[in-house]
Every structure is written in structure tokens, then in C-alpha cells.
T-cell receptor, first 113, second 112 residues
């Protein structure tokens, strides 16, 4: 049982490049989330999904896009990377509303130069 | 709006107790607590639901004061393994899929 798997673990991008951060979960969770974590700033919600085919914006969606074609996968797309997108990105999933915590992936450390 | 955590940092000797607070200006449905060790992902500790009971995870417990919209995390007889950054995450009851807003964290260091 792998939980939430994120790839890659590390990536360096040049300004203006694009990339996709992959996230997959094998727990049959309906809800999935993308957060970014900057030093001393906690976790900020980028996008979330309540099920396949349904996505919505979080607090900081600008510069990112997501899709949810299956229950398992929730990739995050960065278009035209900027230095402000340098951060650690965490994908998380949960079973639903109520007494269910989040399971986080191990994170992707992204540097834009 | 981001919940406010206090203190920002605390240093304990092994065996000492600590309390971490999390306050929100909004009416909450639930409060989650997570611990993150350096370079790792946050790990779920416990959840407090509106109208629910105080929760416990090993020697760590938490409460939720609905009148004050405040949750407190109690670390009893701290161990070296308790070191890390503790985050509260708050959820309001909307159609928004249990999305959490996280506080800025409390850094806890337990020393011998």
C-alpha cells in the first residue's frame, strides 16, 4: 500500500519552462489537494478536487492548472515557470468530509532559476 | 483566513509538557493537527470535530472550544521524537471538500 506518491522529488526549472508534477494515490480517496509550502508560511492550497472530473481553485491558483481524469491521479501543471513558484509542493488526499485526516505525499522540491 | 498559532516556537527538556494553541476568526467545522519533521511530509495526528470529544494520540491530546473557535494541542511528558513543526488546519462547513487552511506552524524542539 503506497499511499500518496509524488514525482519527481526534486526539479530545477528555468524561467519560462513548463512542467507537470505527478500525484497518484491508491487508497480510493475521493478528495485530493495540492499545497505549496514556503519557509515559515505554512501550507497554501493551490487546487483541490472532490472527485474525478471535478476541480476547483484554492487560495493561490495563479500560474497553475490541474486535471482529474481518474480517482487515482491529480497532476499539477506549471506553465511559464517564475521564481515565485520556487517552493515545496505537497499533494494530499482524504476519504471525505468528517473524521478523516489528510495523507500527504513526500513532496516535490522545485527551484526556478 | 489563516488560523493563528501560538507560540511560534518552544524548546522543552525531555519529560516536560507543552500547549500549542490555534485560533480562528471563522466558525469551524473541524480542526486537524499535523506534525512535520524537517524535510518530510506532514503527518496526521488527530482531528477535532464540532460537537465532538477531546482526542488523543499516544501522550498527545487536543481539545476544541467551539465558543472561542480555538483548539489546543497538549503534549504531555515530551519525548525526543516529538520534535518537529506542528500545524493546525481548519475547515469550515461548505461544499468545498473538507479543504483545510493551515496555520504557520509551531516549531517544537525537545532536548535531553
Amino acid at each position: 500500500n503506497a499511499g500518496v506518491t509524488q514525482t519527481p522529488k526534486f526539479r530545477i526549472l528555468k524561467i519560462g519552462q513548463s512542467m507537470t508534477l505527478q500525484c497518484t494515490q491508491d487508497m480510493n480517496h475521493n478528495y485530493m489537494y495540492w499545497y505549496r509550502q514556503d519557509p515559515g508560511m505554512g501550507l497554501k492550497l493551490i487546487y483541490y478536487s472532490v472527485g474525478a472530473g471535478i476541480t476547483d481553485k484554492g487560495e493561490v491558483p495563479n500560474g497553475y492548472n490541474v486535471s482529474r481524469s481518474t480517482t487515482e491521479d491529480f497532476p499539477l501543471r506549471l506553465e511559464l515557470a517564475a521564481p515565485s513558484q520556487t517552493s515545496v509542493y505537497f499533494c494530499a488526499s482524504s476519504y471525505g468530509i468528517g473524521n478523516y485526516g489528510y495523507t500527504f505525499g513526500s513532496g516535490t522540491r522545485l527551484t526556478v532559476v | 483566513q489563516q488560523p493563528v498559532q501560538s507560540p511560534q516556537a518552544v524548546i522543552l527538556r525531555e519529560g516536560e509538557d507543552a500547549v500549542i494553541n490555534c485560533s480562528s476568526s471563522k466558525a469551524l467545522y473541524s480542526v486537524h493537527w499535523y506534525r512535520q519533521k524537517h524535510g518530510e511530509a506532514p503527518v496526521f495526528l488527530m482531528i477535532l470535530l464540532k460537537g465532538g470529544e477531546q482526542m488523543r494520540h499516544e501522550k498527545i491530546s487536543a481539545s476544541f472550544n467551539e465558543k472561542k473557535q480555538q483548539s489546543s494541542l497538549y503534549l504531555t511528558a515530551s519525548q525526543l521524537s516529538y520534535s518537529g513543526t506542528y500545524f493546525c488546519g481548519t475547515a469550515i462547513l461548505t461544499g468545498g471538500g473538507n479543504k483545510l487552511t493551515f496555520g504557520t506552524g509551531t516549531q517544537l524542539k525537545v532536548e535531553l
